[in-house]
């Protein structure tokens, strides 16, 4: 037995802690959900002291207290990619560096500072960046072994890992290293297409659906040259992250014949094929990558992580290619999960705690990980913000009006349990809709959640019912895998509909192109989550509405409004009701219906 | 410990001037096309280690980014950045100056 283990990511974006205990998952949570700062970076005081009270433990009794990455090995790298560089890279080494003069390289006596002492040895431990995604992707997975792949923009020197896991070993076995980096590319092309990075990928991956990957070929030929392994080499003539400020080079649009896209213009049909090319270049890599991690290890299994492993698309494909039995994705895959897997790698690894896999489970308990708040806090949130509410002492009947007001096309804020730790809402936190109602997608986009308005919503849908509407084998817990709707329409082509409606992305996104309108992205796909009764609310949700209607599918939707991070406590809930167009919150067996409350409030 | 001091060790340690090889080699690359893989290969364990011994970073590293945290604000702190980038710079663009710097930085 050995004590609980914390362990922390910061610094960077998505700042995080985790605690563990006897191969257990404890707590974890994302700083940005208490700061209500999206993708704080800060040292994670609020998650450190939640993952602390939930594990009822002392700093001194920690078994040991983890950092996610090595600071000084990256600083090592920032200075000598800067100075190989020269010329005009010291304005990108003074950005790069200053950070860590002033704090990463400091982390230990800010730890110190927080917790007073670092666990029972009064020390803090580091890993590697990579070593920390590729534990976060392995440890908590259903395998006793698994070829491991981590791909994000970079930690130390590593862009690309490839691993295999076996029991509580880990061992990395292939590494591509800065400048090189998919991830960066990815994030280049991001910010050409006018959104912003660390953030705007997933906007670029449901972009792509749009355009034609007609600059597939430019990128082959000029950008990258990629290996029957998968490993890959830029050109750095076209990139700007290794020697300046920017993240593309003049080079870049010289090479593309346009500037970057001004964020927020309306798309030209040249942006909608730049998301298109550079989404089939990163799926042919992973699966090149992930080829060669079977060659190199012969498991049956695949685990990822990694900010691109958050690429679902990508990871969809993947599956569907039949290349490894199972893949696993882990949900946390950007740098917040990095805490998860510093703390599991200690825990398994240095500890040598057993894992307890075999019953087909992951260890993420549904990624149900973060604070919760009794009825009684609930009330007391809904009673200082002068709500009229209703308790429910039923929860079946309760759940059966809610699923009568979805089904007449109601917009429901679901509050329930313990926050998802990781970047998506899985029923705890969840703004919930009827999937079938085909002006669904327009009022939650303009009207609750204020973004842009071509992005597509996602179905959460009973496990038993998946087939029924999506070409998808098995179980996606986490939102992590897209795959085809079944009987939609084909008839409707994309690009001559671009060319028809001037690039006007929202009319051709509320066109009605299945059963499910709601979730139907342009190209016929969802981004789908399966719910059973690991989830238990949501499971009971869906059951109730499809007593209702016989659709036993919703749409669900973080429970943030754009630029925000999604709410934690029953008072971010409630402000987000009352300044969208949420008609009606649930919150713990009390429900609040916008129509009924006070004017003045609102 | 003076800025001075804290920039005379820093030099004098050699970090800025551990311009590897192994960097080079992972830059741009004439016959990139000729090779068969990018991948670097490891086969190492996983695992954590103590802050103190962090990785391969040399002790006096440490001691400089100790002795920075205590003595230096922002602005030094910034200006310290700019002396470093630019002495390794030179140091990079002219091996045969390390003397000349290095005579330099002692009588700083």
């Known amino acids: ?114 917790l007073g002492r670092l666990g029972k040895n009064d020390t803090l431990f580091l890993t590697e960046h990579h070593m920390a995604h590729a534990a976060s992707a392995f440890f908590p997975s259903p395998f006793r072994d698994a070829a491991i792949l981590t791909i994000d923009g970079v930690g130390e020197w590593a862009t690309t890992t490839l691993a295999y896991g076996k029991d509580t070993e880990l061992t990395m076995l292939r590494e591509i290293h800065f400048p090189h980096s998919i991830g960066l590319l990815y994030s280049a092309f991001t910010y050409y297409c006018g959104f912003r990075v660390n953030s705007g990928e997933y906007k670029l991956m449901g972009l792509a659906p749009y355009g034609k990957p007609r600059f597939y070929e430019t990128i082959r030929d000029n950008l990258i040259d990629i290996k029957p392994d998968g490993s890959f080499r830029l050109n750095l003539d076209y990139v700007g992250w290794h020697n300046s400020t920017r993240i593309i080079s003049p080079k870049f649009d010289q090479l593309f014949g346009a500037p970057p896209r001004e964020p927020e213009s309306p798309f030209q049909s040249h942006y909608l094929d730049m998301a298109a090319s550079i989404q089939q270049v990163t799926e042919e890599v992973v699966s090149l990558l992930a080829a060669h991690a079977k060659r190199l290890t012969g498991s049956k299994n695949l685990a990822l992580a990694g900010g691109v492993a958050l690429n679902c698309v990508s990871n969809g494909k993947l599956l569907k290619a039949g290349l490894f039995d199972n893949v696993w994705v882990q949900p946390a895959a950007g740098d917040a999960g990095g805490a998860l897997g510093a703390a599991l790698l200690a825990d398994h690894v240095h500890c040598k705690t057993p894992r307890q896999v075999g019953n087909g489970r992951d260890a993420m308990k549904n990624c149900y990980l973060g604070p919760s708040f009794s009825r009684q806090k609930v009330e007391a949130s809904l009673q200082s913000h002068r709500l009229d509410y209703e308790v429910y002492a039923d929860r079946d009947e309760l759940f059966s009006l809610v699923a009568r007001e979805l089904a007449d096309g109601k917009v429901i804020g679901f509050f329930y349990g313990k926050m998802e730790f990781g970047p998506r809402a899985l029923g705890a936190r969840s703004i919930v809709a009827d999937a079938r109602n085909d002006r669904m997608q327009s009022i939650l986009n303009l009207k609750v959640k204020k973004r842009e308005s071509f ?148 | 410990m003076t800025e001075k001091e804290l920039l005379k060790n820093f030099y004098r340690d050699g970090l800025v001037a551990q311009v590897s090889e192994s960097y080079r080699n992972t830059m741009r690359d004439a016959n990139a096309s000729s090779t068969e893989s990018y991948f670097v290969e490891r086969s190492q364990q996983a695992d954590i280690f103590s802050f103190t011994t962090a990785g391969e970073a040399p002790a006096p590293f440490a001691e400089f980014v100790n002795g920075l945290d205590a003595h230096l604000d922002t602005a030094s702190k910034r200006a310290l950045a700019d002396r470093i980038f630019r002495l390794a710079m030179e140091l990079k663009s002219d091996p045969s100056q390390e003397l000349s710097i290095s005579q330099y930085m002692y009588t700083l």
């Open chain 1, 1 to 114: 037995m050995t004590a609980p283990i914390l362990a922390v990511s910061c610094y960077y974006h998505d700042s995080a802690a985790a605690i563990v205990s006897n191969g257990a998952i404890i707590a974890a949570a994302q700083e940005e959900r208490f700061t209500r700062k999206k993708h704080d970076a800060s040292l994670p005081v609020h998650s450190i002291d939640y993952c602390l009270k939930e594990a009822g433990v002392e700093p001194g009794d920690l078994e040991a207290v983890v950092y996610y990455e090595n600071p000084m090995a990256t600083l090592e790298r920032i200075l000598k990619a800067q100075v190989h560089e020269g010329g005009d890279a010291f304005a990108g080494f003074h950005d790069a560096a200053l950070p860590f003069f002033s704090k990463r390289i400091h982390i230990e006596a800010h730890l110190r500072d927080v």
């Open chain 1, 455 to 602: 992005r597509p919503f996602a179905p959460v849908v009973l496990l038993e019912d998946a087939p029924g509407y999506f070409d998808l084998a098995g179980a996606s817990p986490y939102m992590l895998f897209v795959a085809d709707v079944l009987n939609a329409r084909k008839d409707l082509d994309v690009a001559e509909l671009i060319q028809q409606n001037d690039s006007n992305l929202y009319a051709i996104a509320n066109l009605s192109r299945s059963g499910i309108p709601a979730v139907t992205h342009v190209n016929n796909t969802a981004r789908i989550q399966t719910a059973d009764e690991q989830s238990p609310f949501f499971h009971k949700l869906l059951r109730a509405f499809k007593e209702a209607t016989r659709h036993g599918i919703l749409v669900n939707t973080s429970f943030n409004v754009r630029g925000e991070p999604i709410v934690c406590t029953p008072s971010d809930a409630i402000l987000c009701f009352l300044n969208t167009g949420i008609d009606i919150l649930v919150i713990e067996d009390c429900i609040a219906y916008k129509d009924m409350q006070i004017t003045s409030i609102m």
